[in-house]
């Protein structure tokens, strides 16, 4: 990743607001995700699918992007958002860090 290329020695980068399928998929399955829907929708429906036109990020493409990050050197978490963002249930963020 080129922005963590450009990290001095203890800089740090936080990618936000990253759209997680598989967390989004957990939430809806979920009875806080049942109970979410029913309130947004007025029914027990599930919402439709969203897919990114470049195919959905996933766990084991987050999960694989730190790995790839500390197998660099760096310091790399995935962390999730405050429950008070509305978009919590589906999306975290990526920290990065240069030791």
Known sequence: ???????????????????NQNMRSRFIDSVAGHEYNRRLWGHDAPPP?????????????LLDLVRQLRAQGLH?????QSPTLPMAN???DLIVRRP
């Open 1 to 19: 990743m080129a922005a963590a290329e450009l990290l001095a020695t203890g800089g740090q980068l936080l990618i936000g607001d990253i759209p």
């Open 49 to 61: 699918s969203v897919v990114q036109d470049d195919g959905p990020l996933t766990d084991e493409l």
């Open 76 to 80: 790399a978490w995935l962390a999730p």
């Open 90 to 92: 589906r999306r975290e």
